[in-house]
T-cell receptor, first 116, second 108 residues
Framework: EADIYQTPRYLVIGTGKKITLECSQT?????MYWYQQDPGMELHLIHY???????EKGDLSSESTVSRIRTEHFPLTLESARPSHTSQYLC???????????????FGPGTRLLVL | RKEVEQDPGPFNVPEGATVAFNCTYS??????FFWYRQDCRKEPKLLMS???SGNEDGRFTAQLNRASQYISLLIRDSKLSDSATYLC?????????FGKGTMLLVSP
């Protein structure tokens, strides 16, 4: 089982609120990722990080921001939530090594966000 | 054109059946390939990597055809517990691109 955790698991919140989705892993992985997935749709990469103080935007434009101050922690923040942000957010991590090991991503259980 | 395309299914098969899923990818620079499994309302989990020579893991066999940009997954002797969505995943430049997935429903 992967040691990667996300909180909260479910969040219902009103429009305009600031929210932070937490993601932590205890595997010592350098690489971490945030994906967004709507029901029946593919995962879209919204942010990733290759280590402390490194963050990059993914393929899907997102109004969220991330930070990587500690290796094990990669929180995602929405400054002002909107109904269009309603989705599932999945955090993942992987090793830095080359080859299949470094490419295998381990996912957290996800946060289901509903913005009213 | 989507980067990774899969038939969404669902594929409805009886227990013990053999079922095959296909996937095509558009970027010829893709470097590595995977099948992930995602259960309903759960996170994706790696099922197997796909190697150029083809590879097998128990009842699961994966094949890659780089010339046709095509990946396949064969499941033999299907079990009820195989019911899930199977995601075709491609690594282009150090990030993964996921297909929408193919849903498999195995019935008694």
């Amino acid at each position: 089982e992967a040691d990667i955790y996300q909180t909260p698991r479910y969040l219902v919140i009103g429009t305009g609120k600031k929210i932070t989705l937490e993601c932590s892993q205890t595997m010592g992985h350098d690489k971490m990722y945030w994906y967004q997935q709507d029901p029946g749709m593919e995962l879209h990469l919204i942010h990733y990080s290759y280590g402390v103080n490194s963050t990059e935007k993914g393929d899907l434009s997102s109004e969220s921001t991330v930070s990587r101050i500690r290796t094990e922690h990669f929180p995602l923040t929405l400054e002002s939530a909107r109904p269009s942000h309603t989705s599932q957010y999945l955090c993942a991590s992987s090793e830095s090594s080359a080859g299949a090991k470094g490419e295998t991503q381990y996912f957290g259980p996800g946060t289901r966000l509903l913005v009213l | 054109r989507k980067e990774v395309e899969q038939d969404p299914g669902p594929f409805n098969v009886p227990e013990g059946a053999t079922v095959a899923f296909n996937c095509t990818y558009s970027n010829s620079a893709s470097q590595s390939f995977f099948w992930y499994r995602q259960d309903c309302r759960k996170e994706p989990k790696l099922l197997m990597s796909v190697y150029s020579s083809g590879n097998e893991d128990g009842r699961f066999t994966a094949q890659l055809n780089r010339a046709s940009q095509y990946i396949s997954l064969l499941i033999r002797d299907s079990k009820l517990s195989d019911s899930a969505t199977y995601l075709c995943v491609v690594n282009v430049v150090s990030t993964l691109t996921f297909g929408k997935g193919t849903m498999l429903l195995v019935s008694p």
